[in-house]
């Protein structure tokens, strides 16, 4: 018999007229695995492998309602027959394995930032808070048309088998731009009062209803916070949701905050936010509902915390997507109480690469979205010959290399310099608003001695140290360091590497001035900032790019701006450093090539473009199988480090 944890989360619930599973749910998730506007095999499995992962209710990333919805190539369309096969397929995969199939409809409104010729429209004739583009405002006759658009939408997706539909109102986009004061300011039967900035969504959810029954179920994602003077805040969703409550047309509310102002920082809580950050605006609502289930949402990772939300009502959902996508299992082995759940640690990585258009990545998942996806970690292929395998670096990289190549069968040892393993990663995780990426090291660490690899920390080891064991493969995983600044004068004044700054954590001393040299643009290299910030009375940021946080995504970068700025920060961007001598610093600007200075600096710290560690490689016999993984073989992300460890794990 298989006992249940976390017996709250993995009760049933009748969402409508029909009976989920479990608590869990996947909110909605862009993921760019469309092509030409079409659903994709990896678009489906995305959806199933979460489903065999035993997560309950499923809602798709954002369906096009419209033609004039259409965004860019990777955003499916639901307006057409183009998608009827694949929309069945995902329906039939998912029911399949258990799980509840939701269809989130989707039109951008005036949001309509990425496609070169459709016209973004509007509610009214207030710009886009992000690109301050302005829409042309849609007529009452369009606002009906685009009514039946979604309604016509979700009939479609109700022939292809989904359980129900989800009408996207957060973030700002078209049905949200009806509900909220800040952005509705029409005066004709869709705007004014509540009743009137309701009014778009009850017609489509009352449409949908007439089409498709009452087995089918309409939920309903809005803000619960929009973040911005005028808008919607907690007062104003607490009315709005009792207004569509008493409709009788919704199966279930689920809430997101921000739009895509500054307020955007709230759409996906970063790690400055706190674990399950507005669970109690969603106990509000819930207590508003009328009884209509509520989704809580937003930064929730841990089973522990998701049984909470529901044991003490916040919620009567608990809805996840980053969790989901570090971890397609996370619900199955929540369930059985297995300490193995692959963390996610909710630094936005997997946000940030989507919107540059890339295809959803996430650090140490390099199987997302791939048929079998769930399982495929425990059914690592057993290496054909068992060797023995030494792997010199204990950072994410070679940690990874390690476990994977021991859970094939092979005899691993690991040497690391540090008596504590995780090299950089680890450092970063002393860092302010840091400290939860420790987790993915803690997780390699936990397979590693599951599989039985041998950890040799606390010592450099030479050539003839990691040869005195026979070893069949050397792995390297050495890593790299900060390079000095390419343009500083050969008699400057000693500087400091950022990294070896936070190895000497130097004590508080009030009254310094220090000058931080940004060529990094990581979100490590501000969380160096935000620790000088809270350690010297004035420090100075300077790069010469333009403007800074560029390797940071957007969300989390507007949270770099707001605590540089807070803590008052002095920016300089534009300007390369020159020298530094006797607490002056001399900088110059990158298109005047005129210099400047500044006086009175105590310490100079830097971020730079690294180089590579690689003492060993070629020291060790030619007949050795040599591989080099992570930063030691080319210095770039943590997603590369740990991924070109697990496949030189794979490859062994």
Known sequence: MTTTHCHHLFSPITVGRRTIRNRVALTATLTNFGHDNQVTDRWVSFLVERARGGTGLLISEIIAVDPEALAQQAIVTGFDDLNLSGFKAAAAGVHTAGGALIGQLWHPGRQQLWHPSKSPMGVSEQPDALSWTVPHVMSTTQVNRVITAYVDTAKRLWRCGFAGIELHGAHGYLIGQFLSPWSNTRDDEFGGDIDGRTRFARHIANGIRAECGNDFIIGLKMPGEEGVAGGIDTDEAEQLTRRLAQSHSFDYFSYGQGNF???????????????????DIHKRMRAASEGVPVMALGRINTPTLAERIIKEGYGDLVGMSRALIADAAWAEKARSGRSDIRPTVFDNWCWGEVHLGKPLAEHHNPYLGINGEALLEDRLTPASRQRRISVVGAGPAGLE??????????????????????????????????EEVGAMIDYQLNKAKQYGVSLQLGQRVDASTVMATAP????????????????????????????????????????????????????????????????????VLVTPRTHIAQNVN??????????????????????????????????????????????????????????????????LPSHVELQRVGDCQSPRHLMAAIQSGHFAGLAL
């Open 472 to 539: 069949e493969a050397v792995v390297l995983a050495t890593g790299a360091t900060l390079r000095p600044p390419p343009s500083l004068a050969a008699n400057a004044d000693s500087i400091t590497a950022a990294d070896a700054y936070v190895v000497r954590l130097a004590p508080v001393v009030r009254q310094k001035r220090v000058l931080f040299f940004d060529m990094d643009h990581s979100v490590s290299a501000y969380a160096v900032v935000d620790l000088l910030a809270q350690q010297v009375d004035h420090v």
């Open 261 to 279: 102002s500054l307020s955007l920082e709230t759409h996906v809580p970063d790690l400055h936010f706190k674990p399950g950050h507005f669970i």
């Open 401 to 434: 290399t390690a476990w994977v190549a021991a859970a094939r069968g092979h005899q691993v040892t690991v040497y690391g310099a540090s008596k504590l393993a995780g090299g950089r990663l680890r450092l970063d995780a002393t860092l302010p608003g840091r």
């Open 554 to 619: 957007y969300c989390s970068a507007i949270g770099v701006h707001r605590r540089l700025h807070q803590a008052r920060v002095e920016i300089v961007t534009g300007h390369d450093l020159i020298n530094f001598q006797r607490g002056t610093v001399t900088v110059r600007n990158v298109f005047t090539d005129q210099e400047s200075e500044f006086l009175a600096v105590d310490e100079v710290i830097y971020a730079t473009p690294r180089l590579v560690i690689d003492p060993l490689g070629s020291k």
